[in-house]
């Protein structure tokens, strides 16, 4: 009931177009869900959060696309650049407890130029 | 936006000594943080959770006698890995809540161990 899936394991997108990655989650009383964007060698760095209240938020070019009925969520990444190229990480918590995160398994994304 | 400071980012050490790795809240107080450890291309694997003033919550399944975490001020949490092995070389992340965050997480910019 912890774990967050996180698909596709890796994924490659031209330069210019729209990268998609996907999560589920499992446990109704997640109230918080990042994404997370980490370089090689560098900690991760929050990309973009939604809480379940709202169905999409959008900060420039990435989306968060929620489905609180299907407990699934996404991020779309437009015109994607050779820049984004990254491991995506999406993750979510609840706040009650000790609020731990809890990791999705990873998407490495390639934009081609 | 709310700064967590790690130290040292990369340390190599020989094995059976122990390696002390620091995280300090810059621009916040953290009472609660959290350290991660990540092999290669996989995902963060919580460790534990350091609370300041009292003891650390461990994983089930993480050595405390091995990962030894402080969190004596609301600003230092730091994590001790004792009589390092080379199976410890990993990368080590810590991360804290930050209210003005709206309770978002931020991260430390890691520190790579390796033990020789």
């Known amino acids: 009931q912890q774990q967050v899936k996180q698909s596709p394991q890796s994924l490659i997108v031209q330069k210019g177009g729209i990268s998609i990655i996907n999560c589920a989650y499992e446990n109704t009383a997640f109230d918080y869900f990042p994404w997370y964007q980490q370089f090689p060698g560098k900690g991760p760095a929050l990309l973009i959060a939604?809480?379940?209240?709202?169905s999409e938020k959008k900060e420039g070019r990435f989306t968060i696309s929620f489905n609180k009925s299907a407990k699934q969520f996404s991020l779309h990444i437009m015109d994607s650049q050779p820049g984004d190229s990254a491991t995506y990480f999406c993750?979510?918590?609840?706040?009650?407890?000790?609020?731990?995160?809890?990791f999705g398994t990873g998407t490495r994304l390639l934009v081609s130029p | 936006g709310a700064v967590v400071s790690q130290h040292p980012s990369r340390v190599i050490c020989k094995s059976g000594t122990s390696v002390k790795i620091e995280c300090r809240s810059l621009d916040f107080q953290a009472t609660t943080m959290f350290w991660y450890r990540q092999f290669p291309k996989k995902s963060l694997m919580l460790m534990a959770t350091s609370n300041e003033g009292s003891k650390a919550t461990y994983e089930q399944g993480v050595e405390k006698d091995k990962f030894l975490i402080n969190h004596a001020s609301l600003t230092l949490s730091t994590l001790t890995v004792t009589s390092a092995h080379p199976e410890d070389s990993s990368f080590y992340i810590c991360?804290?809540?930050?209210?003005?965050?709206?309770?978002?997480?931020?991260f430390g910019s890691g520190t790579r161990l390796t033990v020789v």
């Open positions: 993750a979510a918590s609840m706040n009650t407890g000790f609020q731990k995160l809890v």
């Open positions: 991360s804290a809540r930050v209210a003005r965050l709206n309770y978002g997480y931020t």
């Open positions: 939604i809480r379940p209240d709202v």
